[in-house]
């Protein structure tokens, strides 16, 4: 505590008293921080200068409160990017990073949950409901429980109110459960209080025009969790508002490391079949090869998080509240053809088996299963859509002038190297996105800084070690930065390898090391792993597109 409240009194002491043995003492003060200490060899003390790099301390101490406040007196409303310069970081950046000062004026700000409690006026959202015990498999949501409840509701259950002994929430002990109102679309839930679309602004980002309506809400309690997974559209921007949240965020490079598995389906989700807070490393033992990136966001913060990028999300505050929304790319025209070819192929393999085999293999924000026909007319509206960008996106470049066509160039190579079809190129996707392609002499392009966070690599001895190793992730973060949706896969196949059902004889199952105890112990989900796989759907669109231009 005495560390947080130094902090604190130095950001607001230095406003007044930034000369002479005062000045001399902040400057000894910074020189305890290596995020200040490292600035000092860079650029002159100013007083500026000063409170700027304070600001970080508060994320290295882990205050709760925004770090917009060491910055209160400059003015919120002066932004450290311009819009476009902050556009231009989201849209180039491959690895993530922290915005702080960028959102002192939001009045979203305000969003805790009893405001929006106020906001909702007693209507009711759904909430999942996931059990805190931490188990070797990740608890998707098709294991979870869900109810509909206030947020009022939600508080007291929180906060161990008597009331909610008798509420929707009453069968679940607020002591070994938590609860998750997620992916709650703003637009839908306050259809009929439209202005508050404005209290979100993500045109500081140099999104003009995007605001709630293009955002998504998430209430948490302490342990709510999203499973590790990567989205296959865009990249996201995600804003804490209230209480703090880990991420625990693997790039690209390490998809297979981290088992990729599309049961259950959800378009656009890629999940891990590894709980990464809890790893089994036995039944996974190249996890151990991830290089994860962990961070704690607190409230006033904004965090980037790269296309492509894994990401486990967890709630570590009594309750949290954050809102995200995800940046459309160029290159979703074609992740779309993917999906489109991902779900003809899972729905058609899943479809055929019998319906009393009890595995829940659509996520339930999946309504049901579309039919072959409908998929397959998806799968050519992606295709038409697909050329149809790719001729507009050519004829643009074709005006755009030597700068321009300068700033386009990695995608174009990306575009490129994907329409190779070789099995080595499949390789090279594989590493593209990952955090060692991203050129040194491009990142140092990048204004890192007090305002902008470089999410760095944990340790190697502590990326394997779980939850308990992150303790320390924000104090890691800046010192390396400144020094230079569920089922039950997993049952199924313990069920399939355990059932004296088989229709296989016994003799041939006495070996579990066996090619025929090996082949019995294969499921439809084992076989779309393998065909589903991102590596493998990536060179089935590229195919599948190259078929389509003759």
């Not at 994320?59 to 310069?85: A, L, R, Y």
């Not at 486990?312 to 459309?328: A, C, F, H, L």
């Not at 470049?397 to 575009?415: F, L, Y």
């Amino acid at each position: 505590m005495p560390a947080r409240r130094t902090s604190h009194f130095a950001v607001h002491w230095s406003v007044h008293c930034v000369t002479g043995e005062c000045f001399s003492f902040l400057i000894r003060l910074c020189h305890c921080s290596p995020v200040v200490s490292h600035y000092s060899s860079k650029e002159s003390f100013s007083p500026a200068a000063v409170i700027s790099a304070l600001g970080c301390l508060h994320m290295q101490n882990s205050v709760v409160w925004p770090v917009t406040h060491g910055c209160h007196t400059i003015g919120e409303d002066v932004k450290p990017f311009t819009p476009e310069k902050t556009r231009e970081i989201v849209m180039s950046l491959q690895q993530p990073a922290v915005f702080c000062n960028m959102v002192g004026d939001w009045p979203a700000l305000h969003w805790d949950v009893k405001h929006l409690s106020a906001m909702l006026d007693g209507k009711t959202i759904q909430f999942r409901i996931g059990l805190k015990a931490m188990d070797l498999v990740p608890q998707f949501e098709t294991s979870c429980s869900y109810v509909k409840a206030t947020l009022e509701e939600f508080l007291a259950w929180s906060s161990g109110q008597p009331s909610s002994l008798s509420g929707p929430f009453s069968c679940f002990e607020h002591s070994k459960y938590w609860a998750y109102a997620d992916y709650k679309y703003i637009a839908r839930i306050f259809e009929d209080k439209e202005e508050v679309f404005q209290d979100v602004r993500w045109s500081d980002f140099g999104f003009p025009g995007r605001s709630g309506k293009e955002s998504t809400l998430w209430i948490g309690s302490e342990g709510a969790n999203t499973p590790c997974h990567l989205d296959s559209y865009g990249c996201n921007l995600v804003l804490q508002i209230q209480g703090r949240k880990r991420w625990h965020l693997f790039p690209p490079g390490d998809t297979s490391f981290l088992y990729p598995t599309r049961i259950p389906y959800e378009e656009s989700s890629i999940f891990s079949k590894v709980n990464v807070a809890n790893p089994d490393l036995k039944r996974f033992p190249e996890f151990k090869n991830t290089t994860a990136h962990v961070v704690t966001l607190s409230p006033g913060q904004v965090l980037l998080v790269p296309k492509h990028w894994w990401h486990y999300v967890e709630s570590i505050d009594p309750i949290t509240v954050s809102i995200n929304s995800w940046i459309e790319l160029d290159s979703d025209h074609e992740a779309r053809v993917e999906e489109a070819i991902t779900r003809t192929l899972v729905c058609a393999l899943k479809s055929a088996e019998s319906s009393s085999d009890g595995d829940p293999w659509l996520n339930p924000t999946e309504v049901e299963a579309t039919s072959h026909e409908v998929n397959l007319q998806y799968l050519n509206q992606a295709v038409s859509v697909y050329f149809k960008c790719q001729k507009a996106s050519v004829s643009e470049q074709a005006h755009r002038s030597s700068r321009a066509g300068q700033e386009t160039r990695a995608p174009c190579k990306r575009r490129k190297r994907q329409v190779s079809c070789e099995p080595q190129d499949c390789q090279l996707l594989n590493h593209e996105f990952s955090s060692s392609t991203f050129k040194a002499e491009e990142l140092q392009k990048i204004p890192f800084g007090p305002h902008l966070i470089q999410v760095l690599p944990q340790s190697q001895e502590t990326s394997s070690l779980g939850a308990g190793a992150v303790a320390s992730d924000d104090r890691d973060l800046l010192h390396e930065n400144e020094g230079g949706h569920f089922g039950k896969l997993h049952c199924t196949r313990k069920q399939l390898v355990m059932s004296n059902d088989c229709t296989t004889p016994a003799n041939q199952m006495d070996s579990d090391s066996s090619p025929n105890a090996l082949q019995a112990a294969l499921s439809t989900n084992d076989l779309l792993d393998c065909l589903v796989n991102p590596h493998v759907i990536r060179l089935v669109a590229q195919l599948l597109l190259e078929r389509a231009r003759v």
